[in-house]
């Protein structure tokens, strides 16, 4: 069932300090308009990259959908997200042309590299694992998805190397 | 045929083709463009469909036309100099040509392209090219002739043309019953939730030829008197939606769609592209419209049908994307040219999404009624690695596994329902040898029970309990009567589901367990994985004969299990291995053994 992917315990975090402002555009937009809860959700995800708090708040005084059901919408779909992620999310592809050229090698390469279980994210923020059903790239599979940039024909040494890579390039941003 | 006046180069840019480098060619290509050495025009397209030779690129010149492979960024300037400037034609990479000879590679033999007509030949983002190659033709020439939605909707049904979705209902009775149903206001849907793992033909599409899609949706709509066309497309198809969104904006620019479309008929027909959010049971119908009314995408029951009360309450017919495609030729080139292609009861062409173990893995449009075999041996060049053909997965987690011994099953609705496995979007998953069905099964079950909406207490609840009991096979805890459980879950869950995925989530344990038993049985009491997959069933030892003791194994076993002296035979201690397989892939001496 799909609400299982919300870890027992989890709350949807609160952070008051977030600046709201930048989605008054996207409201203005579907004011009125039915069917627009997913798209608010969508746009909110866009702009902080999770749902804070606050957004199912906001969504409700603004549409009069209850924060009950906005919340069971966000729970629904498995894009939506209710904790801050890592800078670079690494969408191992686990769809059936990749399963069966060993998809499951590349996620645990991925485990071990970078201490991290599907859907966490590194003390440092700057990686989260994902497991996803198909990227539709299956013919160049296994595949794996970070940023908008997808790689093809991984094994799991490949795999390591560019997360290696974007490490080195982060560090170095740093410096 | 257009006069060149300079040799044209064109990159196919797939979301497929970007992936192995195709957009870094592209960028080297407008450099090289640019330094102005060599003189051509550089354009793109989108998939052509050979996705085992991405990144593609084509010239152009006035010897005919090349299409070559493997174009990453540091061969192409070689590839430029040799073909352009030293008229040459480079055999080694080039995979197909309409230059002099004449011949054309294997993988386009045998394939008729009617819905991916345009894909990998024009530019997906001009509408002056996919004009050129009829787009917009046939809504014009409706509008224009004054043709009746009737006429319309006869030519769709005599053409035969079945939901290429999956479901395979005539697409022309589907439209005459949102066309009968009353009305002040009517939707037309594009389902391209492409969520079946293993296909992406629908991807492909969208990102090759747009234009055709929306044609095809304007036609259903004055078909069915509708005025408005929502796209539902997944939201991990980036590049899709963004070349559906510019066409979209083309066709509105130059009147063809909005208020009084071509400028003078009375009909007004207005699309947007509206972005799923990740759920694959979003494909059903009625789970789609509750997805765009902005609900959990829970199916609901059937009747009413969408045809009668869809989107908003209203009458709605929806479609899914290939099957759009292919309206517009229909009514172009009428339904008995559709009709030609196909057996009696299965019309027409299909797109297959080949994948898996399969030597030339990509899309391929061919007629329906052509057997497993020739797509896979003829189109697909075979298998890996000179490997054995075991299986073919048909239709993703609704579907089931052909096994080779009917690869001369025909690929039709009701010949490949009646092994047990449904024709689906046409993924094809080909498996050899080295593929576990039970872990095939296992990773489908996974699938459904995580994509389980959870409305239907059997198909929340049995999936899981299915999805355990081959977990526990698969770990070498297999009980004798597990089989027999498996199939009373099975049936239980087919028969008291509201919707398709329920109804079908337990085929691709059926039809495994059908054509492989033994494999099950070998789980359960030999405690063994035939194929070698199942990781805790695998026993590891070191053939002495082989072993040269170089040590590398016994340094690689991560729970030191593995002991010898150096130049010694070494020895894996049971107890203490957990298969991991480490020495296997490391030996360099073909010493260690699994079985």
């Known amino acids: 069932m799909r609400i299982n992917r919300i870890a027992v315990g989890e709350n949807i975090s609160l952070d008051q300090s977030l600046d709201m402002l930048p989605l008054e555009p996207v409201f203005k937009k579907y004011k009125n308009k039915h069917g627009s809860l997913i798209p608010l959700l969508q746009a909110a995800q866009t702009h902080f990259g999770y749902l804070p708090g606050q957004v199912f708040q906001m ?40 399963h069966v050229q060993n998809a499951n090698s590349i996620t645990e390469a991925m485990r071990n590299e970078l201490h991290l279980k599907d859907g966490e994210t590194t003390p440092d923020g700057l990686f989260t694992l994902e497991s996803v059903a198909c990227l539709g790239c299956c013919s160049l599979a296994p595949v794996m998805m970070i940023g908008d940039n997808t790689y093809g024909k991984l094994n799991g040494k490949s795999a390591v190397k560019i997360v290696r890579e974007i490490k080195m390039n982060a560090s170095v941003g740093k410096q | 045929m257009e006069i060149l006046t300079k040799p044209r180069v064109v990159v196919g840019l797939g979301s497929c083709g970007i992936a192995a480098g195709a957009a870094k060619t592209y960028d080297r290509l407008s450099a090289i463009k640019a330094a102005g050495i060599i003189d051509f025009e550089l354009s793109k397209t989108s998939c052509v469909g050979m996705c085992y030779k991405e990144p593609l690129v084509e010239i152009h010149d006035e010897r005919g036309w090349v299409m070559y492979g493997d174009m990453t960024e540091d061969r192409i300037q070689e590839i430029l100099n040799r073909h352009i400037v030293q008229k040459e034609t480079i055999e080694e990479f080039a995979v197909s040509t309409k230059s002099l000879n004449g011949s054309e590679d294997a993988f386009f033999e045998g394939q008729v392209r009617i819905a991916l007509r345009n894909c990998g030949h024009i530019d997906p983002e001009s509408l002056e090219q996919a004009e050129k190659h009829e787009a917009y033709q046939a809504i014009r020439s409706i509008l224009t002739t004054k043709k009746s939605s009737a006429d319309v909707i006869q030519t769709v049904l005599d053409s035969g043309l079945r939901g290429r979705g999956g479901g395979g209902f005539p697409t022309g009775l589907k439209w005459r019953f949102a066309a009968q149903s009353e009305g002040d206001e009517k939707y037309i849907i594009c389902n391209a939730d492409e969520g079946d ?149 299965s019309k027409g062409t299909k797109v297959f999404a080949l994948t898996g173990k399969i030597l ?55 010949s490949v329902n009646a092994t047990g496995a449904i024709m689906g979007s046409g993924g094809m998953v080909v498996m050899d040898e080295s593929t576990c069905m039970i872990d095939l099964a296992k990773f489908f079950l996974h699938f459904t029970q995580d994509e389980s909406c959870g409305k239907c207490t059997f198909c929340r609840i049995g999936t899981k309990r299915m999805l355990e009991i081959l977990e526990r096979i698969t770990e070498g805890k297999g009980e004798p009567d597990d089989i027999q ?29 059908k054509y492989f038993r033994h494999e099950y049985e070998a789980h359960i009491f030999d405690k063994k994985c035939p194929a070698k997959v199942c990781k805790p069933l695998l026993h590891y030892s070191i053939d002495a004969e082989k072993c040269t003791g170089c040590t590398v194994c016994a340094k690689k076993c991560p729970v030191d299990a593995i002991n010898g002296d150096r130049k010694q035979t070494h020895i894996i201690n049971q107890a203490i291995c957990i298969q991991c397989g480490e020495c296997y892939t490391v030996c360099k001496f073909e010493a260690v053994m699994v079985d």
């Open chain 1, 59 to 98: 969504i409700a005084d603004e549409t009069g959908i209850p924060v009950a059901d906005i919340y069971g919408v966000a729970t629904f779909y498995a894009q939506f997200r209710l904790k801050p992620v890592g800078k670079n999310i690494i969408k191992v592809c686990h769809g059936t042309a990749c």
């Open chain 2, 197 to 345: 793992p293993g296909a992406f033909m629908d991807r492909s599409l969208l990102e090759g030829d747009p234009h055709a899609v929306l044609e095809g949706m304007m036609i259903g709509g004055y078909s069915i008197g509708a005025s408005t066309g929502v796209i539902y497309c997944r939201a991990e198809y980036p590049l899709a939606i963004k070349r559906l969104n510019i066409a979209i904006a083309q066709a509105k620019a130059k009147g063809y769609l909005g208020e009084n479309v071509f400028g003078q008929s009375d009909f007004s027909f207005d699309i947007y592209v509206k972005e799923g959010a990740g759920a694959f049971v979003c494909g059903e119908e009625t789970a789609l419209i509750a997805s765009i009314e902005g609900q959990r995408g829970m199916p609901r029951k059937r009747p009413p049908f969408p045809a009668l009360s869809g989107l908003w309450q209203k009458p709605t017919n929806i479609n899914n994307v290939e099957t759009w495609a292919n309206i517009p030729w229909i009514i172009n080139h009428g339904a008995a040219a559709y009709a030609a292609y196909g057996t009696e009861k």
């Open chain 2, 360 to 414: 030339h893995g990509g899309l391929v449009e061919v007629p329906m009624g052509i057997t497993i075999n020739e797509i896979i041996f003829k189109l697909g060049g075979g298998i890996q690695n000179g490997k054995k053909f075991k299986a073919v997965q048909l239709g993703g987690p609704s579907g089931g596994c052909i096994p080779a011994e009917l690869g001369n099953t025909p690929v039709d609705y009701d």
């Open chain 2, 485 to 513: 459980k498996l199939e009373t879950l099975a049936y239980q869950i087919k028969n008291n589901s509201l919707c398709g995925l329920g109804q079908t989530a337990p085929n691709p344990v059926l039809t495994t367990l």
